[in-house]
C-alpha cells in the first residue's frame, strides 16, 4: 500500500495462535481502537492480557475507545536494523498515553515530515493505516497531530 | 575468588567456539584463584547463555556437581544476578565453588542489535515491530528520553559518561577501543542510532568469555588473590515492569528500575552510597546509566548536570569513578560479566584505571530490563 509511513516488508502482525489479542487487530481493521477493561472496576490495560492486571480475575472485557492521545515519549530512528528500512531512515516512534482510557500506551509512528520536532504532550489522533494487499490484510494504529 | 577472561573480540571475529572460549575463561579464573577445576561443584549463568553446565561439568572434569542456575530473563540484566544466585547457594550450602560465567561467539550464532526477520509476528512484538521499533535501544530510547525531558537533562550528561568509558579504555590493553580515544567533539558529530542515543551511547557486540570462582567467605583466604566479599545483592523489578518489547506499557517509563532495588542492595550490605568507592555501571545505553546512578542514590535526577561530568567520573581523582576498564561501550561487551571481574579487580587493587584503596566496589547490570540486578563487593577491611 502506497500510503504507509514505512516500506513494505516489516514483519506483519497476527493475532496469537490462541487469539488474545485477535479483538484489537479486528477492530483496527474497521477503524475501531480497542482496549481491554476490567469489567468489574473498570480499569482499562494494554497490551492485551488474559488476567486482569488490578484484580488477577479473568473476567477482562474489550471496549472500544475514542482515537485520540497524547505524546508520552518517543525516539527518532535513523539507523535502519531490519533490511526493509534501509531507505526509511529517519522515522519516528512515539509512545502515545490515552487519558480517556486510564492512560494506557500504544507505539506507533508519528505521521508527517520525519524531522519534525516532536513534542512531549502533544495532543494526537489515530489514523488507521490500512494494508489490504498484505497476506493476511492488517491495520496499524498511526498517530498524527492533532490540527490547531 | 578467582576471575578470568578469555580475550576480547569484535563480534563475529573470535577464532573459537563459543563453548571453547567459556572453557578457557573458566580454566583461567581457576588459575587466577589458584584451584583445580575438577572442584568446582556449582554453576551461575544468565540471559540463556549457551553453555550449559552439565557439558561444562563432564568437560571440566567436575567431580561432584551441587549447583546449575540460570538467571530468568533480564539479558544483561543478569549479571550480577548470577553473582547474586551464586552467594545465595553458596550462604544456603548448597554448593562450595560456584563459577559465574557468560560466553559469546556471535559469528557462530546471531546478533542482538538487528530487527526480526520472521514474516509474521504476535503477541507483544506486533505491537512495536510493524512500527520499525525492534532493537534494544529503539526499545529504551523512549525511556531515557522522557526522563531527560522530566528533569532538563542534556545530552551533555551521556556525553559525559561515553567519555568516561573511552578514557578508562585507553590505559587498558584488553579494551576493544584501547588506543582509539574519544573526544567531545566526536561524540558531538557522531551519527544517531536513534534519538537521544549516538553512536558513542550504545555498547559494543563482542565475542569472548568471562568466568568469577565463588567459595564460602570462610574459605577466601585460601586462594592465591586477596578475596573480594559480596557485601549484598538484589535483584528485580518494581511495580508492573514489562519484559520488552511491550516495555512502553510499564507505569514507570522513565526508569531504570532499581529503585526498589538500591534501598535492598544497601541495607543488605551495611553501607549507603557514600560509602562506594567505585562503579561499574552497565552501559547498553548511556541513558540507562544516567537513570540507574540516580536510582542508586549517587546523585538526585535535577542535579546530573553537574554531576555527571568528565573529571567526577574517572580514575583515581574524580568524586564517583565509572567504568574504570571502559565498561561496555570501550573495553568488551561481555554482556557485563567484565564488569563484575573488573569491580573485584578494583578490590585487589590490579585495574588498569585503580581508585587508590577502594574499599566497596559496585556493579549495577542492565539498566532498563527487567528484571535487573545489583552487587556490591567489599574488600576484608569493610566486613
Not at chain 2, 115 to 138: E, H, K, N
Request: net charge negative; charged share 20%; hydrophobic share 40%.
Amino acid at each position: 500500500m502506497s500510503e504507509a509511513y514505512l516500506p513494505d516488508g516489516l514483519p506483519i502482525p497476527v493475532p496469537e495462535p490462541n487469539g488474545l489479542s485477535a479483538p484489537y487487530w479486528e477492530g483496527l481493521r474497521r477503524e475501531a481502537l480497542m482496549v481491554q477493561r476490567n469489567a468489574k472496576t473498570g480499569v482499562y490495560q494494554f497490551p492485551p492480557q488474559w488476567i486482569a492486571y488490578d484484580t488477577q480475575t479473568f473476567d477482562v472485557e474489550w471496549v472500544e475507545v475514542e482515537p485520540k492521545g497524547v505524546i508520552y515519549s518517543w525516539t527518532r530512528v535513523w539507523h535502519p536494523v531490519h533490511p526493509a528500512l534501509a531507505d526509511a531512515c529517519p522515522y519516528v516512534v512515539v509512545v502515545v498515553e490515552l487519558p480517556q482510557a486510564g492512560g494506557v500506551r500504544m507505539l506507533g509512528n508519528l505521521l508527517g515530515d520525519p524531522r519534525q520536532d516532536v513534542v512531549i504532550g502533544a495532543e494526537v489522533e489515530c489514523v488507521f493505516e490500512h494494508h489490504p494487499d498484505a497476506a493476511p490484510p492488517f491495520t496499524l494504529a498511526q498517530w498524527r497531530r492533532t490540527a490547531g | 575468588m578467582g576471575v578470568g577472561e578469555t580475550d576480547y573480540y569484535r563480534h563475529g571475529q573470535a577464532p573459537e567456539p563459543e563453548f571453547k572460549l567459556c572453557l578457557k575463561a573458566i580454566l583461567a579464573a581457576c588459575e587466577d584463584a589458584g584451584i583445580d577445576p575438577k572442584g568446582i561443584d556449582g554453576f551461575a549463568s544468565y540471559s540463556n547463555d549457551r553453555n550449559d553446565p552439565p557439558a561444562l561439568a563432564v568437560a571440566l572434569g567436575v567431580r561432584e556437581l551441587r549447583f546449575s542456575n540460570m538467571q530468568w530473563g533480564g539479558g544483561g540484566g543478569g549479571g550480577a544476578g548470577a553473582v547474586a544466585n551464586a552467594a545465595a547457594a553458596i550462604a544456603a550450602g548448597l554448593a562450595d565453588c560456584i563459577v559465574v560465567y557468560r560466553a559469546l561467539a556471535q559469528g557462530q550464532f546471531g546478533r542482538f542489535g538487528q530487527g526480526p526477520r520472521a514474516r509474521t509476528v504476535y503477541g507483544d512484538v506486533a505491537l512495536s515491530a510493524p512500527y520499525g521499533q525492534m532493537s534494544p535501544a529503539q526499545w529504551y530510547a523512549p525511556k531515557a528520553m522522557r526522563f531527560m525531558f522530566d528533569h532538563h537533562i542534556g545530552q551533555e550528561a551521556l556525553r559525559a559518561i561515553a567519555m568516561a568509558s573511552y578514557h578508562h579504555a585507553q590505559a587498558n590493553p584488553r579494551a576493544i577501543m584501547y588506543g582509539r580515544p574519544l573526544t567531545e567533539e566526536a561524540y558531538d558529530a557522531s551519527r544517531w542510532i536513534t534519538e537521544p542515543f549516538h553512536l558513542y551511547d550504545c555498547c559494543q557486540e563482542n565475542d569472548g568469555a568471562a568466568a568469577l570462582i565463588m567459595t564460602p567467605a570462610e574459605r577466601a583466604k585460601d586462594f592465591k588473590q586477596a578475596p573480594s566479599y559480596v557485601l549484598g545483592a538484589a535483584i528485580g523489578a518494581g511495580y508492573r515492569v514489562h519484559s520488552t518489547p511491550a516495555g512502553f506499557a510499564t507505569p514507570d517509563l522513565a526508569s531504570s528500575h532499581f529503585q526498589t532495588l538500591a534501598p535492598r542492595l544497601y541495607e543488605m550490605a551495611g553501607v549507603g552510597p557514600g560509602d562506594v568507592d567505585v562503579v561499574q555501571a552497565y552501559e547498553n545505553f548511556t541513558g540507562g546509566v544516567l537513570m540507574s546512578l540516580v536510582e542508586h542514590g549517587f546523585f538526585a535526577p535535577d542535579e546530573a548536570m553537574d554531576f555527571l561530568k568528565l573529571e567526577n567520573l574517572i580514575a583515581p581523582s574524580g568524586k564517583l569513578p565509572l567504568n574504570t576498564s571502559g565498561g561496555n561501550l570501550a573495553e568488551c561487551y561481555m554482556h557485563g560479566l567484565e564488569l563484575e571481574i573488573e569491580a573485584v579487580r578494583q578490590l585487589r587493587g590490579q585495574s588498569t584505571s585503580q581508585v587508590p584503596s577502594a574499599q566497596v566496589s559496585l556493579t549495577i547490570a542492565g539498566p532498563m530490563v527487567t528484571p535487573v540486578s545489583t552487587v556490591l563487593f567489599g574488600s576484608e577491611a569493610v566486613l
